[in-house]
């Protein structure tokens, strides 16, 4: 079966349960990973990211029910195969590149035009603060993001920084802050469920030696992470 028509299936399936009677489903190609839905009473109608689309069965199968459990009433949250695939190496290995084209505003380069994002992450591994990491990606923004820092993409290992930081004028461990930063999400992992900056988060980032020097520099340039 084609894998369009399994997820059709397998929603029709499992939203006759839920007391759905009419269910589309469909992948799109969204940049990130999520899934869009508008339902009425008994019908509803699904926006799958196509990053699933090699996605077996039984995945399927778990996102859908993680579905109708949640626009049912319940939060039930991902199922644990469908976050185990999702995690698993080989997903970000097939899925990063396709990632990075749909992300237009990134350069898909570690190196700036002053600073090169391995060297930062060089620093921060002699450090012993993290441990390299070859499937994670380094990238600027084409475009200066003069508010927000860096972002981070768990699931694809995509790490971009804003080009701002990549000046003669911003010290290095403010960059290896920011890199840091970023970092943590990826050690942290994929959990849909915390906080992005709980405190498991903010204990681990607060291992940064200059992090309160370094989140100075950020406010002085009306930056944030
Ligand atoms: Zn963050």
């Given at each position: 079966?084609?894998?369009?028509?399994?997820?059709?299936?397998?929603f029709r399936e499992?939203?006759?349960?839920?007391?759905?009677?009419?269910?589309?489903?469909?992948?799109?190609?969204?940049?990130?990973?999520?899934?869009?839905?508008?339902?009425?009473?008994?019908?509803?109608?699904?926006?799958?990211?196509?990053?699933?689309?090699?996605?077996?069965?039984?995945?399927?199968?778990?996102?859908?029910?993680?579905?109708?459990?949640?626009?049912?009433?319940?939060?039930?949250?991902?199922?644990?195969?469908?976050?185990?695939?999702?995690?698993?190496?080989?997903?970000?290995?097939?899925?990063?590149?396709?990632?990075?084209?749909?992300?237009?505003?990134?350069?898909?380069?570690?190196?700036?035009?002053?600073?090169?994002?391995?060297?930062?992450?060089?620093?921060?591994?002699?450090?012993?603060?993290?441990?390299?990491?070859?499937?994670?990606?380094?990238?600027?923004?084409?475009?200066?993001?003069?508010?927000?820092?860096?972002?981070?993409?768990?699931?694809?290992?995509?790490i971009s920084i804003?080009?701002?930081?990549?000046?003669?004028?911003?010290?290095?461990?403010?960059?290896?802050?920011?890199?840091?930063?970023?970092?943590?999400?990826?050690?942290?992992?994929?959990?849909?469920?915390?906080?992005?900056?709980?405190?498991?988060?903010?204990?681990?980032?607060?291992?940064?030696?200059?992090?309160?020097?370094?989140?100075?520099?950020?406010?002085?340039?009306?930056?944030?992470?």
């Amino acid at each position: 079966m084609e894998a369009e028509e399994v997820l059709r299936t397998k929603f029709r399936e499992i939203g006759k349960e839920y007391g759905f009677d009419k269910v589309e489903a469909e992948f799109v190609a969204f940049k990130e990973f999520k899934v869009r839905w508008q339902r009425s009473y008994k019908w509803a109608d699904f926006k799958v990211s196509d990053y699933l689309a090699d996605a077996p069965p039984e995945v399927i199968g778990g996102l859908c029910n993680s579905l109708f459990s949640k626009i049912t009433g319940d939060e039930e949250g991902y199922s644990e195969e469908m976050c185990r695939w999702m995690t698993a190496p080989e997903f970000s290995e097939h899925k990063q590149q396709v990632y990075l084209k749909r992300s237009r505003n990134l350069t898909r380069s570690a190196k700036g035009e002053v600073r090169d994002l391995e060297s930062s992450y060089d620093r921060l591994a002699e450090a012993g603060l993290v441990e390299k990491d070859p499937a994670i990606h380094l990238t600027w923004t084409r475009e200066s993001n003069v508010r927000k820092v860096g972002q981070c993409s768990v699931l694809m290992k995509v790490i971009s920084i804003s080009s701002v930081l990549d000046s003669e004028m911003i010290p290095e461990f403010v960059l290896d802050y920011c890199l840091y930063h970023e970092l943590c999400h990826l050690i942290i992992g994929f959990d849909p469920s915390a906080k992005r900056h709980g405190e498991e988060f903010s204990e681990l980032e607060a291992k940064y030696p200059r992090r309160d020097e370094a989140g100075e520099w950020l406010k002085q340039l009306s930056m944030y992470l």
